[in-house]
């Protein structure tokens, strides 16, 4: 006798004033699109800051076999923070700006393709990693980057071009910092950075990848040290950041770490997955090997 497969439980998370505006319209899309054979679906909305991880919550207590976030990075740290070491899959619809952690793992930016992607998909086991316990699945860093999201984050309005305009007008005012780091325990090295980036995926976003050969699921941050490239040197690094050579760059270096501790003069301005935060004078940083799961591309 055959016997029906039980259907999976999946809850989309929306962020409403999230991203581009892509999320609009969302809810007929996922009926239309979602093989409800297969999925037994709900709908969240979060109404106010921090309501995301309520939502999650609530969604874990519910035992949802699928949680999604339906919105930009900022949106997927909220709610990824939540799921790690539990088996809960997590999911990604992109509607934001810069859709880093989506890009890096090959998931459809178009949203009908996206939501068919639950239809047949694999599930793939990623690191995660916190600075000063706060978590993080994607790109964080100090210095330039760090300044960049905090005024992106406090700019009107958003998308590529908003992004743009303000590492234009910044860019050139901007000085080197330095920075005394220590890579697995090992030997204290005092640096100097225009900005240090930590990266378990290989992207800020827009395809613009400051560590072309990070592995998000190696057990390994690639910690990118970046000193300020001369205005007569811009086009050559650039070409070499859009063809995923930037480690030929005399302005670039990356290594591999499980932990790191960086230590400052003034307090530090961090960005954590697009989030700004200020973390005081010294931070450390540690990888957590395998610990989400998350839907992918099938293999």
Wanted: a positive charge.
């Amino acid at each position: 006798m055959i016997t029906k497969m039980a259907k999976k439980k999946i809850v989309f998370i929306i962020n409403p004033i999230s991203g581009t505006g892509k999320q609009y319209g969302i809810e007929k899309k996922i009926k239309q699109y979602l093989d409800h054979k297969k999925f037994k679906s709900r709908i969240y909305y979060s109404e106010y800051a921090g309501h995301l991880t309520k939502k999650t919550q609530k969604a874990i207590s519910k035992e949802f076999d699928y949680i999604v976030s339906v919105g930009g990075d900022g949106s997927i740290n909220e709610v990824f923070q939540n799921l790690v070491g539990y088996d809960n899959v997590m999911g990604i619809l992109p509607t934001g700006s810069g859709n880093g952690l989506a890009r890096h793992l090959n998931i459809p930016l178009n949203l009908k393709k996206a939501i068919q992607l639950f239809n047949s998909h694999s599930i793939l086991k990623i690191d995660t990693a916190e600075i000063n316990q706060h978590p993080f699945v994607s790109i964080a860093g100090v210095g330039y980057d760090a300044f960049v999201a905090k005024l992106f984050d406090e700019a009107k309005n958003r998308g590529f071009w908003s992004y743009f305009k303000i590492v234009l007008s910044s860019y050139f005012h901007y000085k080197e910092k330095e920075y005394r780091i220590s890579i697995n325990d090992g030997e204290t090295k005092s640096i100097k950075a225009f900005m240090v980036c930590f990266a378990n995926s290989n992207q800020f976003g827009n395809n613009v990848q400051i560590a072309p050969q990070a592995n998000i699921n190696d057990g390994f941050i690639d910690v990118c040290i970046v000193k300020k490239i001369p205005i007569w040197a811009i086009p050559f690094t650039t070409f070499l950041l859009v063809t995923k050579k930037l480690e030929k760059s005399r302005y670039y270096r990356a290594f591999k770490a499980e932990k790191l501790k960086l230590h400052s003069t003034e307090n530090l301005q961090v960005n954590i997955d697009g989030d700004p935060k200020q973390l005081g004078d010294t931070i450390e940083l540690i990888v957590r090997p395998s610990s989400l799961n998350i839907v992918s591309p099938k293999i």
